[in-house]
């Protein structure tokens, strides 16, 4: 989903003086059933989804995290009349990089021993299998979990508080922590160190600088982004006059072993942000074209396009968006700078990211974090386990 993964369960938790007094982990539809008013859901959850209501479970629809905690924030107290401070959105990822320091857990109810490589199937066969609504057997296995986790977190005397913390700092920087607070001067804080996780407004500061961001939504009412890998390649053309085209390609593989619950037909709600004027002018899935069903939009202050993307199990196809930006570059003292800034969505793991800019024959590369492949193209190799900056400065 936008800001990580499908709401599930959720926690409250309970702080006094600096220190945790109470936990309690339950299913988000134990709560979610005492909505007692109509909230019309957006447009894709409502067609795609089939959900004629909007409920907390669904909540995170913007890539934006502090404006989706907000929503989940209303829901939650419509939901149980109880007002909350904030909400840290944590998901499987950061509970692997806290077992992998502070070692098993053993949920004795269950005689399970925990560890990172288990955790995922242990959650699916204990907590979603034999999911009904009503049912709690995902409340009391993620209770007995999460409070195994904290027990070892807080009350060994031992514990090795350096390499916790490290692991915090890596799934807030990696975004598989997200964190908003209501208190406008501790939000202040969370801003600075880039951990609520905003998706940046376009502004006259910024409106030079090239961006993209891609928000995908699992609509499939599955696990299938366990099994889903993707890689994307990036290519820009800048023009004689300085102007700025890309095709982009993400190829997708769906290793879902068959249609049965985990796994499954990945159905992929994709929204693309872009600089504000930007052109998308040719959307190809596989073979197919599917450039009118790519729906424009305006959000954050940018240009955005949404279309429906759906793979079947075993299957592999790739998605290739041609698109122009609005952007110039401007050269003075026969000098220029281009930027490119991508934000990795949140959830997401270290997917392959290759860049590769060409540019005209009277360009010269000065500087940049780019290598050069040809006699006008440079290009640079890396992941998007974080959000990326890339620039290169231009001499004539």
């Known amino acids: 989903r936008p800001t990580g993964g499908f709401i599930g369960s959720y926690a409250k938790v309970l702080l006094e003086g600096g220190k945790l007094k109470k936990l309690e982990v339950n299913d988000i539809y134990t709560i979610d059933g005492n909505l007692g008013i109509h909230v019309e859901p957006p447009k894709e959850i409502k067609e795609d989804l089939g959900q004629k209501d909007w409920f907390l479970r669904d909540s995170n629809w913007e890539s934006d995290f502090p404006t989706s905690a907000r929503m989940a924030e209303w829901f939650y107290t419509k939901e149980t009349e109880e007002r909350v401070a904030g909400v840290i959105a944590l998901d499987i990822s950061a509970m692997e990089e806290l077992l992998a320091v502070i070692g098993p857990i053993d949920v004795v109810d269950y005689n399970e021993k925990i560890t990172p490589e288990n955790l995922f199937e242990k959650a699916v066969t204990h907590a979603e299998s034999q999911f009904f609504p009503g049912s709690q057997a995902k409340k009391s296995f993620l209770t007995a979990l999460t409070n195994g986790v904290f027990e070892k977190i807080f009350f060994l005397p031992q514990n090795n508080w350096p390499g916790i913390i490290s692991a915090l700092s890596k799934s807030l920087d990696e975004k598989h922590i997200s964190i908003y607070l209501n208190d406008p001067k501790l939000f202040s804080y969370l801003l600075s160190q880039n951990w609520a996780h905003v ?172 290598q050069k492949i040809g006699p006008q193209e440079q290009t640079i190799s890396t992941d998007l386990s974080t959000d990326r900056s890339f620039k290169v400065e231009f001499k004539k």
Do not use: C
Request: aromatic content about 12%; cysteine-free.
């Open 199 to 370: 998706l940046p407004r376009q502004s006259k500061e910024n409106q030079t600088s090239d961006f993209l961001s891609l928000v995908e939504a699992n609509l499939g009412a599955n696990k299938a982004n366990y099994y889903l890998s993707r890689s994307y390649d990036l290519e820009t053309v800048v023009g004689k006059m300085g102007e700025v085209k890309h095709r982009l390609r993400i190829n997708y593989v769906n290793r879902s072993p068959s249609d049965t619950f985990p796994g499954g037909k990945y159905k992929n709600r994709m929204r693309i942000y872009l600089p504000f004027g930007s052109k998308l002018t040719r959307v190809l899935w596989g073979e197919a074209d599917i450039t009118k069903d790519a729906a424009g939009f305006i959000d954050y202050g940018r240009s955005g396009y949404s279309f429906l993307l759906e793979l079947a199990p075993k299957e592999q196809k790739t998605l290739v968006l041609d698109y122009s930006v609005p952007i110039k570059l401007e050269f003075k003292d026969n000098e220029a700078e281009y930027r490119l800034d991508i934000i990795k969505q949140a959830g997401t793991l270290k997917d392959p990211f290759v860049w590769r800019i060409s540019y005209p024959i009277n360009y010269q590369v000065v500087s940049g974090q780019t």
